[in-house]
């Protein structure tokens, strides 16, 4: 368990693992390209699985319930890659026993789990971060510091959408409502998340859908401001649509090709000027990125990441339960 205030100071930061999925696995494969980075436990509830897991990548220690990763001491900070209906107590787990933690998205089930765990983290003074690779990608945050400095004047429209086309039965995670399942909290996350990086959290939120089994799968957003900006957003668990997005301004626009929420690259347009193709070296479908924001993070002494703050991931979350009330659902337990 990381103390208070302390952090990894110079050596590699240690992290716990919980969950053995195939998002984890990932996950512990990008931290391997991190020298600054080390996998010291993984932790599930079931011990054969952890074994497992751990025998897969060369971890140490394995665990065999949350709360024994939770409160290891060896481990500076922990990755919850649990399905988000599951993340509420593994993070509180973390929490009251003082390890940071980084968190999948989206962050929890609904803004009240949300607001809880944000709340107890700023209480304990431990850092906790949403694992919104989107915001930590070099070239999101190149195409930020753009949109700041005036390059395509006012943002005034955001479109993105992410849909996949996939044969899923009743019992694919997707498609179960006991884990949060659907496509707006799983899909519809990243483009709601582009759309507020830049414009905010919305005044008002309109939300369409086809409902099936108790879960949304074809799902449209519009994101209405009083400065007059919009966002239109859409997400589908049937349909494989382009995943691109483009953000316009009173100056000229910013298109991202496919895989706009991990992307390589963007252009450039504005009025009266050649087309501007920016890119920045390094991988953009990896985890590194996060996992060094929170390596900086608690090398800093800090308990929220100025890339990815807690009043931000909030916001998202109130944008996805008005969205979830426009379309008429509900979780079971909710």
């Given at each position: 368990?990381?103390?208070?205030?302390?952090?990894?100071?110079?050596?590699?930061?240690?992290?716990?693992?919980?969950?053995?999925?195939?998002?984890?696995?990932?996950?512990?494969?990008?931290?391997?390209?991190?020298?600054?980075?080390?996998?010291?436990?993984?932790?599930?509830?079931?011990?054969?699985?952890?074994?497992?897991?751990?025998?897969?990548?060369?971890?140490?220690?394995?665990?065999?319930?949350?709360?024994?990763?939770?409160?290891?001491?060896?481990?500076?900070?922990?990755?919850?890659?649990?399905?988000?209906?599951?993340?509420?107590?593994?993070?509180?787990?973390?929490?009251?026993?003082?390890?940071?933690?980084?968190?999948?998205?989206?962050?929890?089930?609904?803004?009240?789990?949300?607001?809880?765990?944000?709340?107890?983290?700023?209480?304990?003074?431990?850092?906790?971060?949403?694992?919104?690779?989107?915001?930590?990608?070099?070239?999101?945050?190149?195409?930020?510091?753009?949109?700041?400095?005036?390059?395509?004047?006012?943002?005034?429209?955001?479109?993105?959408?992410?849909?996949?086309?996939?044969?899923?039965?009743?019992?694919?995670?997707?498609?179960?409502?006991?884990?949060?399942?659907?496509?707006?909290?799983?899909?519809?996350?990243?483009?709601?998340?582009?759309?507020?990086?830049?414009?905010?959290?919305?005044?008002?939120?309109?939300?369409?859908?086809?409902?099936?089994?108790?879960?949304?799968?074809?799902?449209?957003?519009?994101?209405?401001?009083?400065?007059?900006?919009?966002?239109?957003?859409?997400?589908?668990?049937?349909?494989?649509t382009a995943r691109t997005?483009?953000?316009?301004?009173?100056?000229?626009?910013?298109?991202?090709?496919?895989?706009?929420?991990?992307?390589?690259?963007f252009v450039l347009h504005?009025?009266?000027?050649?087309?501007?193709?920016?890119?920045?070296?390094?991988?953009?479908?990896?985890?590194?990125?996060?996992?060094?924001?929170?390596?900086?993070?608690l090398r800093a002494g800090?308990?929220?990441?100025?890339?990815?703050?807690?009043?931000?991931?909030?916001?998202?979350?109130?944008?996805?339960?008005?969205?979830?009330?426009?379309?008429?659902?509900?979780?079971?337990?909710?």
């Amino acid at each position: 368990m990381a103390d208070e205030g302390k952090g990894p100071g110079e050596r590699p930061v240690r992290w716990g693992i919980l969950a053995t999925g195939g998002i984890a696995g990932k996950f512990v494969e990008d931290l391997a390209e991190l020298p600054d980075a080390e996998v010291v436990a993984v932790g599930s509830r079931s011990l054969a699985s952890a074994e497992g897991f751990a025998q897969r990548y060369g971890i140490p220690r394995a665990h065999g319930d949350w709360a024994s990763l939770a409160g290891d001491p060896d481990v500076d900070v922990v990755y919850v890659a649990t399905p988000h209906s599951a993340h509420q107590e593994p993070v509180r787990l973390c929490l009251e026993a003082g390890t940071p933690v980084l968190c999948e998205k989206p962050f929890t089930l609904n803004a009240a789990q949300a607001e809880e765990l944000v709340g107890l983290a700023r209480e304990r003074r431990v850092f906790l971060m949403e694992a919104m690779w989107t915001y930590c990608n070099p070239v999101v945050r190149r195409m930020a510091e753009l949109v700041a400095d005036g390059a395509i004047g006012e943002v005034l429209a955001v479109h993105a959408d992410f849909g996949i086309e996939a044969p899923m039965d009743a019992t694919h995670r997707l498609r179960d409502p006991l884990l949060g399942g659907g496509a707006l909290l799983d899909l519809g996350v990243y483009p709601v998340a582009f759309a507020q990086l830049l414009l905010g959290e919305p005044d008002e939120v309109r939300a369409w859908a086809r409902l099936s089994g108790g879960v949304d799968e074809n799902t449209g957003l519009l994101l209405g401001y009083a400065s007059g900006a919009v966002a239109a957003l859409t997400c589908s668990l049937v349909a494989d649509t382009a995943r691109t997005a483009v953000v316009t301004g009173s100056l000229g626009r910013i298109e991202f090709p496919r895989g706009f929420f991990h992307p390589e690259r963007f252009v450039l347009h504005r009025a009266g000027a050649e087309p501007e193709e920016f890119s920045v070296p390094g991988p953009s479908n990896s985890f590194i990125h996060e996992a060094s924001e929170v390596g900086r993070a608690l090398r800093a002494g800090e308990t929220e990441s100025p890339l990815v703050p807690l009043d931000g991931t909030l916001a998202v979350m109130r944008t996805l339960d008005a969205a979830r009330r426009e379309i008429g659902l509900r979780y079971p337990g909710e």
